[in-house]
């Protein structure tokens, strides 16, 4: 008897087929066994009836598959997987990428990895985490066709540290010839030449653009709404470096380089003014600056003010990554290139360097600087006028306050790439120092005008409505069209909008109180009459 047959109750009795999902592999038997777990018979014998010969003819169900030999139990897909069936093995799932069999991972960007390994056109690399050749990464991780004027596009960034420096020495010359009028202290302690509630709002943009690359399931549209605000870090994917750079190396290279580079900037436009002063009599007129003071100026001005998108720069080296089924380390910035290995080693001395310039260099310098100084920060006019960028706007007692700012901005920093992997503690560590900034500024008030401190309050709570909204949104996953929760998720959307055109709203009226104050300022000083924070405040609410 075939063996797909099975006898009722004795060897004599007439065969019969075995049902569904069974099969017998000894002859003359008189019961058939049941398919191991998650298979089903499928072949079809010569005779068209189904093959129930051997345990190997049970194969798997959809959703299920097996390692072992064919008989064997199948187990359910693992979760970044579809698995057709039978003997096929799993595949990856959109959004995930195969690393074995059995281990299948996100993708950075989700609709970067197609099913079946593939990825989708521009991505390539390991989890297609890079942009293939003729394509840049925009804030985010997404990729984008180059334009063909990638280079006039990127050639913008140099032409704009150019002309920033340009406007930085004559606005530093400028200033300088307005101090040189007065030899009074206390005109040259709280003197604002420039409104300093353009600065406040710049930085906090700048976190904002970090909050658009953090893993917090962002809606695309407002991840590309956060992300619009990384040309305040003057952020290179911005100006869509990769088009010409073509190598994250060669990439982090520039973004370390590129402070040195204003600063050649500085002191070219520093010496280029004082050969004008040769020949130019309206020129001559102006203090004269020597290419170290200019240097020494910016790096007091845009030190602190770029300390956060330079931090994070030179720590993205660092910021590598273990995957399942791997014993190497991945840079978490361009997955295709291994950390502690071949290229990694030979960069570390240039990150090295930028570690101790920028991380630890700009705040530990200026912690140095004024505490050397500190019995004459708010007495000696020289003092005031090399330094007093750093300190002024503050009351006696905070006088280091701008070194703390830069702590603050440093965890933040910080946290958006070792603790990505654990969004609930990176927002916890983020909330930390923004809420402990504005409350700092709410019950100690360090500003000596008090415009700032609200300002700076008003900030911070802006700041952690909208990492609470990414919070929101990494815990109901709500960039899934197909969530059930769409209501909450526009909801969310909808206050993530207000926030912005909120912190808009207020940027900009501070900007104008400020330069109200200053106006009354410069008007109270001209007349020769006494003036302090309280006087230019009634001043101003009078008019």
Same mark, same amino acid.
């Given at each position: 008897t075939q063996s797909t047959w099975v006898t009722r109750k004795t060897p004599f009795s007439p065969?019969?087929?075995?049902?569904? @999902?069974? !099969?017998?592999?000894?002859? @003359?038997?008189? #019961?058939?066994?049941?398919?191991?777990?998650?298979?089903?018979? *499928?072949?079809?014998?010569?005779?068209?009836l189904i093959d129930a010969s051997s345990a190997a003819k049970c194969e798997c169900v959809v959703g299920t598959f097996t390692e072992k030999a064919p008989g064997a139990a199948c187990t359910s897909c693992p979760l970044g997987a579809s698995c057709a069936g039978r003997r096929a093995a799993p595949e990856n799932s959109a959004g995930f990428a195969r690393i074995s069999n059995t281990t299948f991972v996100p993708c950075p960007v989700a609709a970067a990895c197609l099913a079946q390994s593939r990825c989708a056109a521009g991505y390539e690399g390991f989890l297609c985490k890079d942009c293939a050749l003729g394509y840049y990464q925009k804030p985010g991780g997404t990729c984008h066709l180059c334009p063909r004027n990638a280079d006039a596009v990127f050639s913008v960034l140099f032409l704009l540290i150019l002309i920033g420096a340009c406007v930085f020495v004559g606005f530093t010359v400028w200033g300088?010839?307005?101090? #040189?009028?007065?030899? @009074?202290?206390?005109?040259?302690? %709280?003197?604002?030449?420039?409104?300093?509630?353009?600065?406040?709002?710049?930085?906090?943009?700048?976190?904002?653009?970090?909050?658009?690359?953090?893993? +917090?399931?962002?809606?695309?549209?407002?991840? %590309?709404?956060?992300?619009?605000?990384?040309v305040f870090s003057l952020d290179q994917d911005f100006f869509q470096s990769q088009c010409v750079t073509s190598s994250f190396w060669r990439k982090y290279s520039l973004s370390l380089?590129?402070?040195?580079?204003?600063?050649?900037?500085?002191?070219?436009?520093?010496?280029?003014?004082?050969?004008?002063?040769?020949?130019?009599?309206?020129? =001559?007129?102006?203090? %004269? +600056?020597?290419?170290?003071?200019?240097?020494?100026?910016?790096?007091?001005?845009?030190?602190?003010?770029? !300390?956060?998108?330079? #931090?994070? =720069?030179?720590? =993205?080296?660092?910021?590598? %990554?273990?995957?399942?089924?791997?014993?190497?380390?991945?840079?978490?910035? =361009?997955?295709?290139?291994?950390?502690? !290995?071949?290229?990694?080693?030979?960069?570390?001395?240039?990150?090295?360097?930028? *570690?101790?310039?920028?991380?630890?260099?700009?705040?530990?310098? *200026?912690?140095?600087?004024?505490?050397?100084?500190?019995?004459?920060?708010?007495?000696? &006019?020289?003092?005031i006028r090399s330094f007093g960028g750093l300190y002024k706007l503050f009351r006696r007692p905070f006088f280091s306050l701008s070194v703390a700012l830069m702590g603050k901005k440093l965890m933040i920093a910080a946290a958006s790439l070792f603790l990505s992997r654990v969004p609930s503690l990176m927002v916890a560590v983020m909330l930390f120092a923004i809420l402990g900034s504005g409350l700092l500024h709410g019950s100690s008030k360090p500003y000596f005008y008090p415009t700032y401190d609200r300002l700076e309050l008003i900030l911070s709570g802006l700041l952690s409505i909208l990492l609470v909204c990414g919070l929101v949104f990494y &815990?109901?996953?709500?960039?899934?069209? @197909?969530?059930?929760?769409?209501?909450?998720?526009?909801?969310?959307?909808?206050?993530?909008?207000?926030?912005?055109?909120?912190?808009?709203?207020?940027?900009?009226?501070? &900007?104008?109180?400020?330069?109200?104050?200053?106006r009354i300022e410069r008007r109270l000083h001209a007349n020769g009459q006494v003036w302090d924070r309280f006087e230019v405040e009634s001043a101003a609410q009078m008019r």
């Open positions: 065969c019969v087929p075995c049902a569904p @999902n069974t !099969y017998n592999d000894e002859p @003359n038997s008189v #019961a058939c066994v049941a398919c191991p777990q998650n298979t089903e018979t *499928i072949d079809v014998a010569a005779d068209g300088a010839s307005r101090s #040189a009028l007065d030899g @009074n202290t206390r005109t040259a302690l %709280r003197t604002r030449r420039f409104p300093p509630s353009v600065s406040m709002p710049v930085q906090a943009l700048q976190i904002v653009s970090i909050f658009a690359v953090a893993p +917090l399931s962002w809606p695309p549209a407002a991840q %590309r709404a956060l992300a619009a605000f990384s380089l590129m402070p040195v580079v204003f600063g050649v900037f500085v002191a070219a436009a520093s010496l280029c003014f004082g050969l004008v002063q040769r020949f130019s009599s309206t020129a =001559a007129g102006f203090p %004269r +600056l020597h290419p170290r003071d200019a240097l020494l100026s910016a790096f007091l001005t845009f030190g602190p003010l770029g !300390y956060l998108p330079l #931090a994070r =720069a030179t720590l =993205a080296f660092f910021d590598c %990554r273990s995957i399942p089924s791997s014993k190497f380390f991945w840079l978490k910035a =361009a997955m295709s290139n291994r950390c502690f !290995y071949g290229v990694w080693w030979s960069m570390l001395p240039l990150a090295l360097c930028g *570690i101790a310039l920028y991380v630890v260099g700009i705040p530990v310098f *200026i912690l140095v600087a004024l505490r050397r100084r500190r019995d004459r920060l708010f007495t000696d &006019v020289h003092v &815990v109901d996953d709500a960039d899934n069209p @197909n969530s059930p929760t769409t209501l909450q998720t526009r909801a969310v959307i909808g206050v993530l909008v207000v926030v912005l055109v909120v912190l808009f709203l207020v940027s900009c009226l501070a &900007v104008v109180v400020d330069v109200r104050e200053i």
